[in-house]
């Protein structure tokens, strides 16, 4: 079965991390550009940041640069999404997603809250 699976979110203080991770199943995240979006409800999905399936290259939204992190381990068929400095603002659904020529797979996506 073909899937993405999120995990690392939960419930954190202004100014703490978390570490979210994005792992493929039944398919090999090679050559995949994988994203990370997030979305609050009644609002339209954002996006947070990418890293190339290609060179390994990555960009973030320009909010989340310096604080947030992506990386790829394809040993692990992972994607992890660190992030620091976290706000109030940053609290929303996270989802990854997997694309790479007429392929497209998404996450179920994992809930991150930044409340004190």
């Known amino acids: 079965q073909v899937q993405l699976v999120e995990s690392g979110g939960g419930l954190v203080q202004p100014g703490g991390s978390l570490r979210l991770s994005c792992e493929a199943s039944?398919?090999?995240?090679?050559?995949?550009?994988v994203a990370w979006f997030r979305q609050v409800p009644g609002m339209e999905r954002e996006g947070v940041s990418c890293i190339s399936g290609i060179d390994g290259s990555t960009d973030e939204a320009e909010s989340m640069k310096g604080r947030f992190t992506i990386s790829r381990d394809n040993a692990k068929n992972t994607v992890s999404l660190q992030m620091s400095s976290l706000k109030a603002e940053d609290t929303a659904v996270y989802y990854c997603?997997?694309?790479?020529?007429?392929?497209?797979?998404w996450g179920q996506g994992t809930q991150v809250t930044v409340s004190s």
């Open positions: 039944g398919f090999n995240l090679d050559y995949y550009a």
């Open positions: 997603n997997a694309v790479k020529w007429k392929y497209s797979y």
